[in-house]
């Protein structure tokens, strides 16, 4: 089973800023089953990045993925608003897992 | 354009059973296979199974066999989660996913509640 673990578990910027989460693989993956998520309150996920750094449709430029074998990141390059959420990473090399989470919230 | 249509929020005692649906529209069913997902209140998403939708073979996580069963009905385009033998620590949001590269549309959602 691959677990996968973020961090960190709260970040804590301005808008602006930019904004780099992490998630780790206890095991090495493809990296074209790598997803990143995006959760708001209330909300269902929504896929922002497959396969490690394509933007799913409709996703702004601000958002990239970058990251193989174990190491995958999630870059913001100018935090919006609207950005203020949870983010989640998943696989689905091997069976599927997501990571357990990265709140960003406002400074 | 593509939809999932998740059934209305369950109320249930323990020890009961339930059975959630996801109605599915806008695309060709049977391309894609269709994930279920688990929310807790105040945690992160479990991924739960997933079922073929070509051959309706369905695929559990570790941790979620034995009580439940996932299965579908191609002629209304609809896949179904049955959970048996209900414990408090069922309650939770089940959401289904299509799967694919990423699953890239989700249902609204599904609040089932177990208490007694």
């Known amino acids: 089973e691959v677990v996968l673990t973020q961090s960190p578990g709260t970040l804590s910027l301005s808008p602006g800023e930019r904004a780099t989460l992490s998630c780790r693989a206890s095991?090495?993956?493809?990296?074209?089953?790598l997803a990143w998520y995006q959760q708001k309150p209330g909300q269902p996920p929504r896929l922002l990045i497959y396969g490690a750094s394509t933007r799913a449709t409709g996703i702004p430029e601000r958002f990239s993925g970058s990251g193989s074998r174990t190491d995958f990141t999630l870059t913001i390059s100018r935090l919006e608003p609207e950005d203020f959420a949870v983010y989640y990473c998943?696989?689905?090399?091997?069976?599927?897992?997501f990571g357990q989470g990265t709140k960003l919230q406002i400074k | 354009q593509v939809q999932l249509v998740q059934s209305e929020s369950e109320l249930k005692k323990p020890g009961a059973s339930v059975r959630l649906s996801c109605k599915a529209s806008g695309y060709i069913f049977t391309n894609y296979a269709l994930n279920w997902v688990r929310q807790a209140p105040g945690q992160g998403l479990e991924w739960m199974g997933w079922i073929n939708t070509n051959t309706g073979n369905p695929t559990y996580a570790r941790a979620f066999t034995g009580r439940y069963v996932i299965s579908l009905d191609t002629s209304i385009n609809t896949t179904y989660l049955q959970i048996s033998s209900l414990k408090p620590e069922d309650s939770a949001v089940y959401y289904c996913?299509?799967?694919?590269?990423?699953?890239?549309?989700w249902g609204q959602g599904t609040l089932v509640t177990v208490s007694s």
């Open positions: 996913a299509r799967g694919g590269f990423g699953d890239d549309f």
């Open positions: 998943q696989q689905y090399y091997s069976s599927h897992s």
């Open positions: 095991q090495s993956i493809i990296s074209s089953y």
